[in-house]
Nanobody, 114 residues
Framework: QVQLVESGGGLVQAGGSLRLSCAAS????????MAWYRQAPGKQRELVAK??????ANYADSVKGRFTISRDNAKTVSLQMNSLKVEDTAVYSC?????????WGQGIQVTVSS
């Protein structure tokens, strides 16, 4: 069984920074893709950043140049968020794709105030 636990969320002023971390338990390897999604109130969940098993990073256009996804080890993925905007306010969730199964974390709130 795989579990994902996010940390690092909170309240920050516009222009500030936050670093989210996701710690996974279970059989996860570097070859497994991990990602961050977010869902704002009244909106659909959207992909923020994804790191493939080969180490390639993909970002939503809205966060390119401001957010950086990184894999600290096989079971930890982080999201460095700089120059935060009010529209970045959302619940951010960690995700892992094991190909035979996919798992989500519970999500963590990020609130950016003006």
């Amino acid at each position: 069984q795989v579990q994902l636990v996010e940390s690092g969320g909170g309240l920050v002023q516009a222009g500030g920074s936050l670093r989210l971390s996701c710690a996974a338990s279970g059989n996860i390897f570097r070859a497994d893709a991990m990602a961050w999604y977010r869902q704002a109130p009244g909106k659909q969940r959207e992909l923020v950043a994804k790191l493939t098993g080969g180490g390639n990073a993909n970002y939503a256009d809205s966060v390119k140049g401001r957010f950086t996804i990184s894999r600290d080890n096989a079971k930890t993925v982080s999201l460095q968020m700089n120059s935060l905007k009010v529209e970045d306010t959302a619940v951010y969730s960690c995700y892992v794709d094991l190909r035979i199964a996919r798992y989500w974390g519970q999500g963590i709130q990020v609130t950016v105030s003006s």
